[in-house]
T-cell receptor, first 117, second 113 residues
């Protein structure tokens, strides 16, 4: 089974509108972390936001928020007031486990977001 | 400012040659990682290190090796390059903490002919 599933290979959003990028995960580890990264066409990977499995509140960073629904094992990224510069690939990732210091991070296959003027 | 750099940024090599990709970070992070990125696969972990002299295999480690002789560097070596190793390679580092956020280098595009 896929550890991280991003079901939307591509999405369009109108400039200034909000958009939700879906991510579901699969783990039996009670302690884990969820991340979102942005990869613009230039290729670098940019960290956006983090959510810990024990965090009570949804993480927010500026226009980015993470809609964390633990029971449904989903960690959707919400971008408010989309800007043209938000056009990029977005990757969801999960960090599992600290057994013996082991830190396994698994990435999804990404969602390509295009913002339309 | 602290950063993580990779060199070269682009490399073309021939099948069977040994290739080494450099990764250098000035964050003073203990943890370093190598990933490859291929269309349809996202990022897949090749090797990782939690400190000097520590190295571990990731999910796609065959044909790759790493060594960690200091905190700052984790070079990735392809012992005998194969066309299947044509990819974009990312190095990342993190400091163990609450978030363990990994910070990525700019990537190296490797083509094996």
């Amino acid at each position: 089974a896929q550890k991280i599933t991003q079901t939307q290979p591509g999405m369009f959003v109108q400039e200034k509108e909000a958009v939700t990028l879906d991510c579901t995960y699969d783990t039996s580890d009670p302690s884990y972390g969820l991340f979102w990264y942005k990869q613009p066409s230039s290729g670098e990977m940019i960290f956006l936001i983090y959510q810990g499995s024990y965090d009570q509140q949804n993480a927010t960073e500026g226009r980015y928020s993470l809609n964390f629904q633990k029971a449904r094992k989903s960690a959707n990224l919400v971008i408010s007031a989309s800007q043209l510069g938000d056009s990029a690939m977005y990757f969801c990732a999960m960090r599992e486990g600290y057994s013996g210091g082991y830190q396994k991070v698994t990435f999804g296959t990404g969602t390509k977001l295009q913002v339309i003027p | 400012d602290a950063e993580i750099t990779q060199s070269p940024r682009h490399k073309i090599t021939e099948t069977g040659r040994q290739v080494t990709l450099a990764c250098h970070q000035t964050w003073n992070h203990n943890n370093m990682f190598w990933y490859r990125q291929d269309l349809g696969h996202g990022l897949r972990l090749i090797h990782y290190s939690y400190g000097v002299q520590d190295t571990n295999k990731g999910e796609v480690s065959d044909g790759y090796s790493v060594s960690r002789s200091n905190t700052e560097d984790l070079p990735l070596t392809l012992e005998s390059a194969a066309s299947s190793q044509t990819s974009v390679y990312f190095c990342a580092s993190s400091e163990r903490g609450r978030t363990d956020t990994q910070y990525f280098g700019p990537g190296t595009r490797l083509t094996v002919l």
